[in-house]
């Protein structure tokens, strides 16, 4: 196993538009393997696995691997080719907050200024990441559109993200007659306080809730994935199934009341 095909791994990876972020991990993981053991075999990688306590980083040093083996068969480097014998570390699924119409309501009721306001309903509306957030310019906003531009995802690449007339008025009385510069001119840290301080959930919990409802409200998955930046479908093929058995239940109850 030599670090050249771990770099050449990594640029395919990219190459072929999958996300940069867990490129990088994976190589970073796959560099520490072979500091470990220069020309793993089997036994070597579940020794390697052994030597953390965490289920997590297991996990992750776990899909590295494999992800690298299924590489090296695409490649036709034969030196990996037990990759399919590496054990699969079970996720174990945590029950994860998800805002609802209660913590939004709950949010405006603490919101004191103009851009406390601005920032519930951009947290609720747009389901953009924290950091999406602290970047985002009066520049990248089309008014007459209804979108805002995010100029980098954490995939990498560019997104358009849909604006609700009601943020649409509140980024207009937050901003004025300013036609550049930062929207909330916050950093993402200071987002992270202020949610906090209003005693509501996280910049993510916030994320999920706006992926929930826009799918409980009819909106396409194909959307939904174009909108939040995900470079494949199962985050959203996620909140579909988790959606899927809560409107089950509802429909259940409804019949029951009649």
């Not at 095909?5 to 796959?30: H, P, R």
Request: positive net charge.
């Amino acid at each position: 196993m030599k670090l050249s095909w771990i770099d050449e791994f990594y640029s395919d990876w990219v190459l072929s538009g999958k996300s940069a972020v867990a490129g990088t991990a994976y190589k970073k993981n796959l560099i520490l393997l072979i500091e470990y053991c220069a020309n793993p075999q089997l036994l070597d990688i579940k020794n390697w696995l052994a030597t953390t306590t965490s289920k997590e980083v297991r996990r992750k040093r776990a899909q590295s691997a494999r992800a690298f083996g299924v590489w090296c068969e695409k490649v036709g480097l034969e030196d990996f080719g037990f990759w399919k014998q590496i054990p699969v570390q079970k996720i174990e699924i945590q029950p994860q907050c998800t805002v609802v119409d209660a913590d939004y309501i709950k949010a405006l009721s603490q919101c004191t200024t103009t851009r406390d306001t601005a920032l519930v309903e951009m947290l609720w509306s747009t389901g953009m990441r924290r950091e999406e957030l602290s970047r985002a310019c009066i520049e990248h906003v089309d008014f007459a559109g209804g979108f805002i531009v995010v100029p980098t995802s954490k995939n990498g690449r560019p997104r358009i993200v849909p604006l609700s007339p009601k943020l649409l008025q509140a980024v207009r009385r937050l901003v004025g007659r300013r036609e550049s510069g930062p929207i909330l001119n916050m950093s993402g840290n200071a987002i992270r306080q202020r949610l906090r301080r209003m005693g509501v959930p996280t910049a993510h919990a916030w994320r999920r809730g706006w992926a929930v409802q826009a799918l409980r409200n009819g909106v396409s998955e194909t959307s939904v994935k174009a909108a939040a930046g995900w470079s494949s479908g199962e985050m959203v093929a996620r909140y579909t199934r988790a959606l899927s058995g809560e409107l089950a239940v509802e429909e259940f109850q409804r019949s029951w009341e009649r």
